[in-house]
């Protein structure tokens, strides 16, 4: 992926900031704890079980699991929608994607993207002396207005959509244009070599928080990291070195990429003025079988609005507050992690609305801490409202997905076949007992099911409904090129 030249720049700079480091001026411990440095991990197509905290083989994320034991483990924590530009509109705004017009994941032929109104993470930390910086992918949006550095972000070093939507997509290589690599708002290559991305954008978050730390600035660093998204692969040092297989390699180097930067944090003297949080864009991409993850044993995967396609691994680490080995089990979404971190550093709430809310009393383990939503929604493409959860229930509306329920899996980089005729009722579960949303129960319990869809009823007047031809009232536009109008694709690639 680079040069040798470029090799040799990046050992110089590590050498410069790291002696650096050592004189840096230090913020006060006030500061530190009302203002911690805050590093966003969010990993694409990781599936739940894909750590060993949560069922993966023992050895495949050593670093995680360590995380995991020195934090807190959000273990009913979802992304807002099981594909890509959707997952990350709601992580980096607060509100669900279709409040904000985004759906589906977003194609280099497409022309809109995250609107300028909207307040992201990076402007919230920004407008609070925050140095900003976000690495890897991007995916709200490729043109420059909608890029990171137009939205908060100081500096952005990474490829704006999916590594499939290039030639090194294996099933439609002739389909896409060539992959660009970005830094800044500048192309600086075409269709790098993606052995690379997990070690080369992790280096550049690490480079910035050394700068950032030189300079005493509390920094805010979200590292969108592409693995483990098809087409997957891993450096020649990961290579196989699992013993598993090339997936277990790129999570194994996934992993030891957080532990390098943690490394980083501790050898800087910051680790305890640092909340680090690690999630997933969506559950695993099934029909890729030895190429894909785990969903842990939950129903389905990315693409669905069953468990196993929303409900993703989610670790928040802060030693300086946060109890160390609390598994929270009260659900949280992407959605809340905007307003956490505003309640952390007291600062002002987006002026438009959004949908998440704050977690705290649940990262701080306050005794009897509750989810703050008496409801949580799911929609699908392009505003399909197609499951909800309140409390222990999860209520499916009808609607058709995908499946790969008695297929063939794919195999070395090459998707199986989905089975797309596969359709759900007004189906209820309870995930307390049923995380697999095997048992449906709407018939045994016809007054909930009612008071369900009675609440479900409110929320499509005010975000809408595609299923039942519903507009929603809030909803806002995305951002969008002038005189183009091009409709949004749920998916990157069709599997076969």
Known sequence: MRSAFARVVSLVSIVLTAACAGTAPRRSADDARTRPNLVVIYADDLGYGDLGCQGAPAGSTPNLDRLAAEGVRLSHFYSAQPVCSASRAALLTGCYPNRIGIAGALGPS??????????????????QGYATAAFGKWHLGHLPQFLPTRHGFDEYFGIPYSNDMGPANRVHPDR???????EGETTIAHDPDQAGFTGEFTQRAIRFMRRAHAEARPFFVYLAQPMPHTPIAASAAFAGRSGRGLYADVILELDAAVGTLVHTLEELGIRDDTLLVFASD???????????????????????????????????SWPARFPRGLVQDEPAMTIDVLPTLAA?????????????????????????????HEELFFWY????????RAGRWKLHFPHGYRTMQGREPGRDGLPGSYDDRARIGLALFDLTTDPGERHDLAAARPEL?????????????????????????????????????????????KSK
């Open 110 to 127: 497409q022309r809109i993207g995250i609107a300028d109104d909207e307040t992201t993470l990076a402007e919230l930390c920004r407008a």
């Open 449 to 493: 099911v009612a008071e369900l869809v009675a609440r479900a009823d409110r929320m499509r007047a005010r975000l809408g409904d595609r299923l039942t031809k519903t507009d929603g009232r809030e909803c806002r536009a995305p951002g969008r090129a002038p005189e183009t109008s091009v409709e949004t694709r749920s998916e990157p690639m």
């Open 381 to 388: 493409h392009a505003g399909d409202l197609e499951a909800m």
């Open 344 to 372: 952390l550093l007291r600062a002002p709430l987006p002026a438009l609305p959004i949908d998440g809310a704050s977690i705290l009393p649940l990262l701080d383990g306050d005794p009897g801490a509750r989810s703050p």
């Open 176 to 182: 896409w244009p060539p992959l660009p690599l970005i």
């Open 282 to 316: 969506n559950g695993p991409w099934l029909s890729f079988g030895d190429h894909a993850g785990s969903s842990g044993g939950l129903r389905e995967g990315k693409g669905t609005t069953f468990e196993g396609g929303v409900r993703v691994p989610c670790i928040w």
